[in-house]
């Protein structure tokens, strides 16, 4: 979370890079990474091309307010000088959703069996260990047997699936698994689109949007597009938990195919004088420029 487009740029140049412990990010094409905040321009939405993926949209009867934001804003993106590009669709988006819901699609194997070498290999490094904690099978144990831990109300069911693979991420299994998840997100998502459509970026709204860029391991930023209305019908979670309501915030996400591209162009949305009305459209939400806009970047 950052106040402005540029305190967000100064973030991303110090959280991006290679980790030494993390074998996902030796393959970025630099040894460090650029300082993002020579990319900031105020007139980038002049001539880029936005891509919509009417195909990935979920059309509920919560989330009309989302998406009537979403559609002004995209409205005014196009007054300011964007190319907007309709039905930017995921090729691969009916396969992707099928993947998503079948008991063991290949996203969850990736999941599950990195998650079964990627915490061992953390526990193994603690200079402090106390109850020996050595595996995610001694983390389940653990759990189940601790009081404060309130098993079974709060169960251990992400665990026991991938304890319940048999294997890891060595295996050739997780590999093809892997390959299999991440065209979700590259070339028939995320990366197919942007290129068959010739796109800077693409966007959505956050809840219909981090999916399948996650299966690439590319880049989204987010950014506030308003909030629920006032009068919104309260919508809580199986534990009680607000997930819809009178004004929660409402977002609207990027995906590109490199993080500087964003702070490329996403200043002129947020910070030109000229274009701040985009925040303001919704309910009373009033933006003002400098650094009074929150962003956050995901990576």
């Known amino acids: 979370m950052a106040r402005s487009v540029r305190d ?16 996902y990010t030796l393959a970025q094409p630099w040894d460090s990474p650029p300082d993002y905040t020579q990319y900031l321009n105020f007139s980038s ?3 880029a ?6 195909n990935g949209l979920s059309q509920t009867s919560t989330n009309k307010p989302v998406i009537d934001a979403f559609e002004a ?11 907007i590009v309709e039905n930017a ?10 993947d998503e819901n079948a008991p063991l699609g290949n996203s969850t194997i990736v999941l599950d069996a990195d998650f079964v070498s990627d915490l061992a290999n953390y526990l193994s490094q603690l200079t402090s260990n106390p109850n020996n904690i050595k595996s995610l099978a001694d983390e389940a144990n653990f759990t189940h047997h601790f009081a404060l831990e309130d098993y079974p109300d709060r169960d251990t069911g992400v665990w026991d699936q991938s304890l319940s693979l048999g ?12 390959q299999y998840s991440s065209y979700f997100g590259g070339e028939g998502g995320v990366l197919g689109a942007l290129k068959t ?19 690439a391991g590319l880049p989204i930023v987010t950014v506030p597009l308003g909030f629920y209305p006032s009068n919104t019908t309260v919508v809580k979670s199986q534990r009680g938990l607000v997930e819809v309501g009178p004004n929660v915030p409402l977002v609207i996400l990027f995906c590109f195919t ?13 910070q030109d004088s000229d274009k701040r009305q985009i925040w303001d459209f919704i309910h009373g939400c009033k933006v003002v420029r400098g650094n009074s806009h929150w962003t956050c970047v995901c990576i």
């Open 8 to 23: 967000a740029s100064y973030i991303l140049s110090i959280i991006a890079g290679k980790d030494s412990y993390d074998n």
């Open 45 to 47: 939405l002049r001539g």
């Open 49 to 54: 091309r936005i891509g919509i993926p009417r």
């Open 73 to 83: 804003a995209i409205k005014i993106m196009e007054n300011a000088g964007a190319t």
């Open 89 to 98: 669709n995921f090729s691969a988006w009916d396969e992707y959703v099928a």
């Open 167 to 178: 294997y890891n991420n060595s295996d050739s299994r997780f590999w093809k698994a892997y």
């Open 197 to 215: 459509y010739n796109l800077d970026a693409l966007i959505l709204p956050t809840d219909d949007s981090p999916g399948l860029p996650a299966r």
């Open 258 to 270: 490199a993080p500087f591209i964003a702070s490329w162009f996403l200043p002129s949305i947020l």
